[in-house]
């Protein structure tokens, strides 16, 4: 498959979970991939393993993230892509919150991802000549919000409120560059198998294995194959939206 073939993409928290799925079904359908971690090492040795490439990054420094988008723009000759999945999860009850911990939560999963999107669509945004020699502009981007961010959930307030901030980000963004031809669109996944989820406890899990229509938790695999649809040719009429991936789970 090579739908994606000539274009850069740029994962961001791509060493595991839906990112680093993300990634390799990116690098599959014929992209130059590269993904970042907070450990330059571990990126560079985990994008190796399916061909992309590999970056440390703190995605809880902005000007950092510019830096890191501006230096893929260069060294691949353009940004086609963006993937901003970077994101941590601090749960616990409103009245047991640390200010601490609600600041790292907005830096990273807020703060960052706009700074993700701000670079991404200047580098977008500029004309470039695509592998083939042929004139390209324009680009796709989809964030990683949650279907928390829509529906709530006790005891991840923080969080969802974070979530909640990348749909309307992706809302706001789409309107802006959608004249310069850049699409962005979320994705709100349900629970998905990961080690972001692996602390919850089993009961939670169970319980909302049971509350999806389809009856089980959702694999990284299954957000990437989206995420692959949402930037890819297929949905070249498609911004601004928010795609559910959670096996049917009722608000
Ligand atoms: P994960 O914890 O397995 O992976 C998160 C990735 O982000 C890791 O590669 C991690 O290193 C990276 N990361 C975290 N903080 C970072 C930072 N400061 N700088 C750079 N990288 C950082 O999580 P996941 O489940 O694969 O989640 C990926 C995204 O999907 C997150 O934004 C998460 O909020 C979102 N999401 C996950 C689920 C789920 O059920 N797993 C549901 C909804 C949304």
Redo the contacts with the bound molecule.
């Keep these: 498959m090579s739908e994606l073939a000539g274009r850069v993409a740029l994962v961001?928290?791509?060493?595991?979970?839906?990112?680093l799925a993300t990634a390799r079904a990116l690098a599959e359908a014929g992209a130059t991939v590269v993904l970042?971690?907070?450990d330059a090492a571990r990126a560079e040795a985990v994008a190796k393993e399916f061909g992309g490439h590999g970056l440390g990054?703190?995605?809880?420094d902005f000007d950092a993230v510019g830096a890191v988008v501006r230096q893929v723009t260069a060294d691949h000759g353009g940004l086609d892509v963006l993937v901003a999945?970077?994101?941590?999860?601090e749960n616990g009850l409103l009245g047991m919150l640390r200010a601490d911990a609600v600041r790292r939560t907005l830096e990273?999963?807020v703060a960052?991802t706009v700074a993700a999107v701000q670079a991404a669509g200047r580098a977008m945004a500029r004309k470039r000549q695509a592998a083939d020699g042929t004139p390209r502009r324009g680009g796709a981007i989809v964030v990683?919000a949650?279907?928390v961010g829509t529906h709530g959930a006790a005891g991840q307030s923080v969080y969802a409120a974070s979530k909640a901030a990348l749909v309307a980000l992706a809302r706001s963004a789409a309107k802006e560059l959608g004249p310069r031809g850049i699409r962005v669109n979320a994705v709100a996944?349900g629970?998905?198998r990961?080690?972001?989820?692996a602390s919850l406890p089993a009961e939670v899990l169970d319980g909302q294995a049971a509350a999806a229509a389809l009856g089980r938790l959702g694999e990284?695999a299954e957000v990437a194959e989206v995420i692959r649809f949402l930037v890819g040719d297929g949905a070249r009429y498609v911004t601004g939206q928010v795609l559910g991936v959670d096996g049917g789970l009722v608000p």
Aim: no cysteine.
């Design positions: 961001t928290g791509g060493t595991r979970g839906i990112g970042t971690g907070r990054l703190d995605v809880g999945n970077a994101g941590i999860m990273v999963n960052g990683l949650s279907v996944p629970v998905i990961t080690d972001l989820t990284p």
